[in-house]
């Protein structure tokens, strides 16, 4: 048995980020009396699913954005979650009991200013989840760089499947559970820990709100430019996240990148260390890995139909080491697996969460039935169809790693075919030039590259001279001795990729939104040149 998570909330003497401060006062919430709730920002998949998660558990709910687009637009009718489109005072009138104001959210925004005169409870979507959904149960975070949406959903499943019935909240649409949320009956509650900031008067990441008592930190490197300065603020912040886990919790981490390592001691629970195994070498030598690991992965096989590893327990232990899951011994197998989701860095996924589960009671045998059937998430190397013998997959990668492990995994799946890589850089941070230098050797796995211009949002502050240049980026490939064309609009891409593709190529299309609709569009083009045999 662990014990129940409590409401307090140890990070108050440590604030990340570019602010470095403590939120600032607002009205008090009288969380028992709370019964009519609105959300500014319904329209964002975080805050759109926490509309449904609010009514299943009783709240009468209603919403606000600037516009509501597909697919939040569809469940939140299909819930009956009346929501308004354009910011208005007027959206107040109701007289909610509490208003969540979501992260897009500004100062200036209209219902945020009338929701201040009005003196009006507030609060952000992190806080409600912690203070209305966490009490009582075993908030289990996954946190990191990479990694998050995929690690958490299969969590989940990992305990959905041992009939332990977890509440869930992820930043993604698990194949398997069909839906982003769910209350669930039983203690753990799995939820994707994202690092960005709470709201426009906290600037603390989201992940102070959620209590972790179980936590992963599948890796760390800047990124959020727009909101961390350089890449200590965001170390400090997943040092403040191994500083929420107790002393009877555990923190799973990847042990082998001294970037993830450094923040550990700042862990006061029981911290496992999971990475690949040491591997025979010419001569029968080893290499020893860089860090102890508690949890080493021997890769048997990793091909297009997945991979097949075995989990045994390290046996390096440093000064100071207790042992972090009680039951096993140091390099004893847990038992072989068989994941089917290609890529090394999947198969990182797969033993976190299978770490986590576990010590969360789930018995060797259920993991590695559940696993074996996990279907992965909605824009996670998803294969959106087939047309003229072309593969058309869809992936949210937009960090340079990012693109690098999904681009090796691919390649791993499809061996032997022509594989374009096609990019949009969406992201806050992806769009900026911080990275224009190392975006070029994360393609390089690819046979073909295109990358259009980089999105442009509405209200922008980046300057130009702050925007990656997709075309030097593209020059800079070529001159590695790899084919890649900067095609500023969307369109134009389809046209070239449709008329240029060959039965048997692969064309991954990665984007952290919707790619301006590239993957259907390329798919119905693709299908029409080859009912005209063109």
Avoid at 58 to 69: A, L, N, P, Y
Avoid at 169 to 195: C, K, M, Q, W, Y
Avoid at 354 to 359: E, K, P, V
Wanted: proline share 7%; charged share 20%; net charge neutral.
């Amino acid at each position: 048995m662990h014990p129940q998570a409590t409401t307090s909330d140890p990070s108050a003497d440590f604030v990340p980020g570019p602010a470095e401060r403590q939120p600032e006062p607002r009205p008090a919430v009288r969380w028992d009396t709370v019964r009519k709730v609105h959300l500014i920002g319904i329209g964002g998949s975080a805050m759109g699913n926490f509309a449904g998660m609010l009514q299943a558990k009783g709240f009468e709910v209603r919403g606000s954005d600037v516009t509501v687009f597909d697919p939040m637009r569809s469940q939140l009718v299909k819930w009956s979650i009346p929501f308004t489109e354009g910011w208005s005072a007027s959206n107040l009138e109701w007289q909610p009991d509490l208003v969540i104001v979501g992260n897009v959210v500004r100062r200036d925004n209209v219902e945020a200013e009338t929701m201040r005169a009005r003196n009006l409870p507030y609060c952000s979507f992190p806080e409600g989840l912690g203070e209305l959904f966490l009490p009582g149960r075993i908030p289990t975070v996954i946190a990191g760089t990479h990694g998050k949406t995929t690690t958490t959903s299969l969590t989940a499943w990992l305990l959905e499947f041992a009939g332990q019935k977890p509440g869930l909240l992820v930043g993604g649409v698990p194949l398997n559970l069909g839906t982003s949320f769910r209350l669930g009956e039983g203690a753990p509650f799995v939820i994707e820990g994202d690092e960005y900031d709470t709201a426009y008067y906290d600037k603390r990441p989201k992940f102070v709100h959620y209590r972790p008592h179980h936590g992963v930190l599948t890796s760390c490197e800047f990124d959020h430019a727009d909101i961390y300065p350089d890449f200590a603020a965001v170390q400090r912040a997943f040092a403040l996240f191994a500083r929420l886990i107790p002393a009877d919790g555990l923190l799973v981490a990847w042990g082998e990148d001294e970037r993830v390592t450094a923040v550990l001691p700042h862990c006061k629970g029981r911290v496992a260390r999971y990475g690949f195994a040491k591997v025979p070498q010419p001569g029968n030598l080893y290499q020893e890995p860089a860090l102890p690991l508690d949890i080493e992965i021997v890769l048997h096989s990793l091909d297009d139909q997945g991979a097949d590893f075995t989990l045994r327990t390290g046996v390096a232990q440093p000064l100071g080491y207790r042992n972090p899951l009680p039951g096993l011994t140091p390099g004893q197998v847990i038992g072989r697996f068989r994941s089917p989701m290609p890529g090394r860095h999947n198969v990182l996924n797969a033993a976190a969460a299978l770490t986590l589960a576990l010590d969360l009671g789930v018995d060797v045998e259920v993991a590695q039935q559940a696993l074996a059937q996990f279907k992965s998430v909605k824009k996670r190397q998803e294969l959106r169809g087939i047309a003229n013998g072309v593969a058309v997959i869809d992936d949210y990668a937009h960090h340079p790693t990012a693109v690098k492990e999904t681009i090796a995994a691919i390649r791993g799946q499809y061996p032997g075919r022509k594989l374009w890589a096609l990019f949009e850089a969406e992201s806050n941070t992806s769009r900026r030039k911080v990275f224009e230098t190392v975006y070029p050797d994360a393609f390089a796995l690819a046979d073909q590259v295109v990358l259009c211009q980089p999105l442009h949002k509405e209200g922008d502050k980046l300057t130009a001279d702050q925007i990656m240049d997709a075309a030097v980026v593209c020059r800079s490939i070529e001159a590695k001795g790899k084919a890649a064309r900067f095609i500023a609009g969307v369109p134009d891409i389809v046209d070239f990729v449709a008329s240029t593709a060959q039965p048997g190529d692969v064309i991954l299309a990665m984007s952290g939104r919707d790619f301006q609709g590239l993957h259907g569009q390329l798919l119905a083009r693709l299908a029409e040149r080859a009912a005209t045999g063109a």
